[in-house]
C-alpha cells in the first residue's frame, strides 16, 4: 500500500491530523480466527457455546463458528449433530436436510449421516455394491462433538485425538442459583468484545450512569496473571463508609466473568458475591462474534425480576441492545464502544498506557500461546487449574470501612485489595461450599 504524502506516525505536533492519516493494521495472530490461521488454531483447542439448546426446533440450524460453516440438528434420538454445512456428495447444504432417528439425511440424493460424520445410507447405490462399501468405509462427513450443559450447546472444532475435558467451573454448580442462557451478538472482532473484561477502568466512565453511582468511581486498579491463562482485573472503589472490591475475570482463551450487575453498589456490605453473567465470547468470523453466556440469578447473583430478556441485555452490554441511533449517542454501552471502532480494529494505531496493562497481559499471553501451539506445544486448558470443579474468583466484596482523616485512602483501597485478593486465591485448596465458606469466613475478619 502507498501510503499518503504527509503520513507521520510521530507527528502529534497540534493539528496532526494530516499526518496522521496513515492506515493502521489489526494485529492478525489476535484477530484471525479461521481454519489454519495461528489464532483460529489455538481456540480450536477449546470447547465453546455455539448455540442455545432451547431454540434448536426440529429442522437443522445453519450456524458460523470461527469462520466455518456448519450444521447444528438435534436427531429424533435427542442426540445432537454438528456437521460440515456441505454433503460430501454432490455438496448440497444440509441445513435442507432431514432429522432422522439416527443422525441427518441430505435433501438431494438421501445420503443418510449419524451425528460423528459416518455415512449410514446411499439409499441411491445398490446394497453391497462396491461404491456404496467404499464410501461407508473410506469417507465421512466433517463433525465436531456437541454437548448440552444447562441449556447451552457446546462444541469442540479442535483435531478428535486431542478433544480435552470439558471443564466444569465453580460458578456452573451454585446452589440455587438460576441460570438463564443468553446470546448477545456483535458486529466485530471478538478481541474487541474480551478486552473489555480485563479493562476495569472502561467501568468508571462508560457504565457510571448505567447501574450505579457506584460504579463512576475509578478506584485502585490491579491486575494478575496467574496459573498461565488465567487474568484478574480488579477495581477497589470507596463508596462512602465501605469499600468495594470488584473482581473481573477471564480465562483463556475466552471464557469470562465479574461481579453482579444490579445487586453491587457498594452500599451494602458483601462477602463473594457472584457474577452476573458466564460467558464466552465467541468468534463467528473475523469479523462478527456472539457472547454466549447464563445470566445468574438468586441471592448470590443478581435479583430475579431481571430474569428478563432485557435484564440481560442489560447485563450484558450496560443498555438494550434495540434504540435509536439518537439513544445509543446519548447513553452508549459496551455495544457501541467496540463496534465503533470498526470490524476489526486497527491495532497498530493504538496508544495503550499503564490502565491497559490487563489487554496487554491477556493479548501477549494468547499471541504465545498461538506461537507454542504452531511449535507443536498444545496450550494450557482450564482443567489444569484445579482438580474437577474449577475455581474461579469473579466477583463483589464490600467492606465496611470508615475514611480516617490524616491517612492516605488510596494505600488503604490498595491494602484492603490485597488482603481480599489474598483470602480468595486462598480459597482454592477446597471445593463448592466448603470453599466459599472459607472464603467469606476469610473476608470477615478484614476491616
Ligand atoms: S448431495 Fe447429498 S446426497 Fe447427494
Ligand atoms: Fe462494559
Same mark, same amino acid.
Given at each position: 500500500?502507498?501510503?499518503?504524502?504527509?503520513?507521520?506516525?510521530?507527528?502529534?505536533?497540534?493539528?496532526?491530523?494530516?499526518?496522521?492519516?496513515?492506515?493502521?493494521?489489526?494485529?492478525?495472530?489476535?484477530?484471525?480466527?479461521?481454519?489454519?490461521?495461528?489464532?483460529?488454531?489455538?481456540?480450536?483447542?477449546?470447547?465453546?457455546?455455539?448455540?442455545?439448546?432451547?431454540?434448536?426446533?426440529?429442522?437443522?440450524?445453519?450456524?458460523?463458528?470461527?469462520?466455518?460453516?456448519?450444521?447444528? *440438528?438435534? =436427531?429424533?434420538? /435427542?442426540?445432537? #449433530?454438528?456437521?460440515?454445512?456441505?454433503?460430501?456428495? +454432490?455438496?448440497?447444504? $444440509?441445513?435442507?436436510?432431514?432429522?432422522?432417528?439416527?443422525?441427518?439425511?441430505?435433501?438431494?440424493?438421501?445420503?443418510?449421516?449419524?451425528?460423528?460424520?459416518?455415512?449410514?445410507?446411499?439409499?441411491?447405490?445398490?446394497?453391497?455394491?462396491?461404491?456404496?462399501?467404499?464410501?461407508?468405509?473410506?469417507?465421512?462427513?466433517?463433525?465436531?462433538?456437541?454437548?448440552?450443559?444447562?441449556?447451552?450447546?457446546?462444541?469442540?472444532?479442535?483435531?478428535?485425538?486431542?478433544?480435552?475435558?470439558?471443564?466444569?467451573?465453580?460458578?456452573?454448580?451454585?446452589?440455587?442459583?438460576?441460570?438463564?442462557?443468553?446470546?448477545?451478538?456483535?458486529?466485530?472482532?471478538?478481541?474487541?468484545?474480551?478486552?473489555?473484561?480485563?479493562?476495569?477502568?472502561?467501568?468508571?466512565?462508560?457504565?457510571?450512569?448505567? *447501574?450505579? =453511582?457506584?460504579? /463512576?468511581?475509578? #478506584?485502585?486498579?490491579?491486575?494478575?496473571?496467574?496459573? +498461565?491463562?488465567?487474568? $484478574?482485573?480488579?477495581?477497589?472503589?470507596?463508596?462512602?463508609?465501605?469499600?468495594?472490591?470488584?473482581?473481573?475475570?477471564?480465562?483463556?482463551?475466552?471464557?469470562?466473568?465479574?461481579?453482579?450487575?444490579?445487586?453491587?453498589?457498594?452500599?451494602?456490605?458483601?462477602?463473594?458475591?457472584?457474577?452476573?453473567?458466564?460467558?464466552?465470547?465467541?468468534?463467528?468470523?473475523?469479523?462478527?462474534?456472539?457472547?454466549?453466556?447464563?445470566?445468574?440469578?438468586?441471592?448470590?447473583?443478581?435479583?430475579?425480576?431481571?430474569?428478563?430478556?432485557?435484564?440481560?441485555?442489560?447485563?450484558?452490554?450496560?443498555?438494550?441492545?434495540?434504540?435509536?441511533?439518537?439513544?445509543?449517542?446519548?447513553?452508549?454501552?459496551?455495544?457501541?464502544?467496540?463496534?465503533?471502532?470498526?470490524?476489526?480494529?486497527?491495532?497498530?494505531?493504538?496508544?495503550?498506557?499503564?490502565?491497559?496493562?490487563?489487554?496487554?497481559?491477556?493479548?501477549?499471553?494468547?499471541?504465545?500461546?498461538?506461537?507454542?501451539?504452531?511449535?507443536?506445544?498444545?496450550?494450557?486448558?482450564?482443567?489444569?487449574?484445579?482438580?474437577?470443579?474449577?475455581?474461579?474468583?469473579?466477583?463483589?466484596?464490600?467492606?465496611?470501612?470508615?475514611?480516617?482523616?490524616?491517612?492516605?485512602?488510596?494505600?488503604?483501597?490498595?491494602?484492603?485489595?490485597?488482603?481480599?485478593?489474598?483470602?480468595?486465591?486462598?480459597?482454592?485448596?477446597?471445593?463448592?461450599?466448603?470453599?466459599?465458606?472459607?472464603?467469606?469466613?476469610?473476608?470477615?475478619?478484614?476491616?
Amino acid at each position: 500500500m502507498t501510503e499518503i504524502q504527509g503520513a507521520d506516525r510521530t507527528n502529534f505536533d497540534a493539528f496532526c491530523g494530516y499526518h496522521q492519516t496513515w492506515a493502521g493494521q489489526p494485529d492478525p495472530l489476535l484477530t484471525r480466527t479461521g481454519p489454519g490461521t495461528p489464532c483460529g488454531e489455538f481456540l480450536r483447542r477449546y470447547w465453546h457455546p455455539v448455540f442455545i439448546a432451547g431454540e434448536l426446533g426440529d429442522q437443522p440450524k445453519l450456524i458460523k463458528i470461527l469462520g466455518e460453516e456448519l450444521v447444528l *440438528f438435534r =436427531d429424533r434420538s /435427542g442426540r445432537y #449433530g454438528l456437521v460440515h454445512k456441505h454433503c460430501p456428495h +454432490r455438496r448440497a447444504s $444440509l441445513e435442507y436436510g432431514r432429522c432422522e432417528n439416527r443422525g441427518i439425511r441430505c435433501c438431494y440424493h438421501g445420503w443418510l449421516f449419524d451425528i460423528d460424520g459416518t455415512v449410514l445410507d446411499l439409499p441411491g447405490e445398490p446394497e453391497n455394491s462396491r461404491s456404496a462399501t467404499n464410501v461407508k468405509s473410506k469417507m465421512r462427513l466433517g463433525a465436531y462433538p456437541v454437548r448440552e450443559y444447562r441449556g447451552l450447546l457446546f462444541a469442540y472444532l479442535g483435531p478428535a485425538s486431542e478433544t480435552p475435558e470439558f471443564p466444569i467451573y465453580d460458578t456452573f454448580e451454585i446452589p440455587e442459583m438460576v441460570m438463564t442462557p443468553y446470546a448477545a451478538p456483535f458486529e466485530c472482532n471478538w478481541i474487541q468484545v474480551l478486552d473489555a473484561i480485563v479493562d476495569p477502568v472502561h467501568t468508571a466512565f462508560l457504565h457510571h450512569s448505567q *447501574f450505579s =453511582d457506584g460504579f /463512576g468511581v475509578l #478506584g485502585e486498579i490491579e491486575f494478575y496473571h496467574r496459573d +498461565r491463562i488465567r487474568f $484478574l482485573g480488579t477495581a477497589t472503589r470507596r463508596v462512602r463508609d465501605n469499600v468495594w472490591v470488584r473482581v473481573n475475570e477471564l480465562i483463556l482463551p475466552n471464557f469470562t466473568q465479574s461481579g453482579a450487575a444490579f445487586a453491587t453498589d457498594g452500599s451494602r456490605v458483601k462477602y463473594f458475591g457472584r457474577s452476573a453473567f458466564t460467558r464466552w465470547v465467541v468468534p463467528v468470523d473475523d469479523h462478527r462474534c456472539i457472547a454466549y453466556a447464563w445470566g445468574n440469578f438468586g441471592d448470590r447473583g443478581d435479583p430475579m425480576e431481571w430474569n428478563t430478556p432485557e435484564g440481560m441485555q442489560i447485563i450484558e452490554q450496560g443498555e438494550l441492545i434495540d434504540r435509536t441511533y439518537e439513544e445509543k449517542q446519548a447513553s452508549p454501552g459496551d455495544v457501541e464502544a467496540v463496534e465503533g471502532m470498526g470490524r476489526i480494529s486497527d491495532h497498530e494505531k493504538e496508544y495503550l498506557v499503564s490502565g491497559d496493562r490487563g489487554v496487554v497481559m491477556y493479548r501477549t499471553q494468547i499471541k504465545k500461546l498461538c506461537r507454542s501451539l504452531q511449535r507443536g506445544k498444545p496450550p494450557p486448558q482450564p482443567g489444569d487449574l484445579g482438580e474437577g470443579v474449577i475455581p474461579t474468583y469473579g466477583s463483589d466484596t464490600v467492606i465496611r470501612c470508615q475514611e480516617e482523616a490524616g491517612t492516605d485512602d488510596a494505600e488503604v483501597l490498595r491494602d484492603i485489595n490485597a488482603r481480599v485478593m489474598d483470602t480468595i486465591f486462598a480459597g482454592d485448596a477446597l471445593d463448592g461450599a466448603a470453599r466459599d465458606h472459607e472464603i467469606i469466613r476469610g473476608l470477615k475478619t478484614i476491616a
